[in-house]
């Protein structure tokens, strides 16, 4: 019995850590989804290097600007702030370390400022200094 128990025990363990593997290093669910054509950066836009052209996803267009993210191979991730009018006045920002909770990073440029945060964070704080959530993994700030 207690060989049996042990043999359950290691068989849940193995599952629950596959499963955990499936999902991002990031914590933004969207790139845990099927890309479409909508999640290709435009011409003109190229991602790092260590950015798969099919690891970046379409999170929201808010005023004519499309903001994309990226999953980098090693676990980080890649924000992508790309003007309809003109794709190659955009601007782009990285982290290579994968983030467990809150603020992942701020791209400034052209458009709005922006930051991409994780599912679940609470911008009550960000949105009292005047960002406004466009998105559930983006915040802008008016210039």
Wanted: with cysteine; charged share 20%; aromatic share 4%.
């Amino acid at each position: 019995m207690k060989r049996q128990l042990v043999s359950v025990f290691a068989a849940a363990l193995g599952a629950a850590l596959l499963l955990g593997g499936c999902s991002n290093a990031a914590g933004i669910k969207a790139l845990d989804r099927a890309a479409t054509v909508e999640d290709t950066l435009p011409g003109g836009v190229s991602a790092e290097s260590d950015v798969a052209p099919d690891a970046t996803r379409l999170l929201a267009t808010h005023d004519s600007v499309k903001y994309f993210v990226g999953m980098k191979e090693a676990g980080g991730a890649c924000l992508f702030v790309v003007p309809e009018a003109d794709p190659g006045l955009g601007s782009a920002g990285c982290t290579d370390s994968p983030t467990t909770g809150g603020e992942i990073l701020r791209v400034g440029g052209p458009a709005s400022p922006t930051t991409l945060v994780t599912d679940g964070f609470d911008s009550k704080k960000l949105e009292s200094e005047g960002w406004t959530r466009i998105h559930d993994n983006l915040l802008v700030k008016a210039k």
